[in-house]
């Protein structure tokens, strides 16, 4: 496998690419603002215990941690790259759209 290839680069290919970016910025920012709440005392809730959909994203997390871990590995790393965009994007657009609900809704 090769590490290197040309690539055409233009203008509209710098706008999508700084779309994707944004978005996984805001993913991250909405993620570690959740985090930033969690306190020392809080206690991890066991798998079996877990609501099915949080049961469901950590199965697609384990799927993307193996595929990942394959492209690297044979130094497919536009593929990392694309794996990982695919991911933010579901978690976004499903996942974390589910649990802003969760949040805003229930309080908890």
Request: glycine share 2%.
């Amino acid at each position: 496998a090769s590490s290197s290839t040309s690539v055409h680069v233009g203008s509209s290919i710098l706008q999508a690419s700084k779309l994707d970016v944004d978005k996984m910025r805001n993913t991250f920012r909405f993620l570690l603002g959740q985090l930033s709440q969690v306190r020392p005392e809080y206690e991890l809730v066991e798998y079996d215990k877990m609501v099915l959909l949080d049961q469901a994203v950590l199965h697609k997390l384990y799927t993307y941690q193996i595929l990942v871990k394959e492209h690297y590995n044979n130094m497919e790393y536009s593929k990392v790259c694309l794996a990982t965009l695919n991911f933010m994007t579901a978690l976004s657009s499903s996942y974390l759209h589910l649990c802003k609900d969760r949040l805003y809704c229930d309080g908890s």
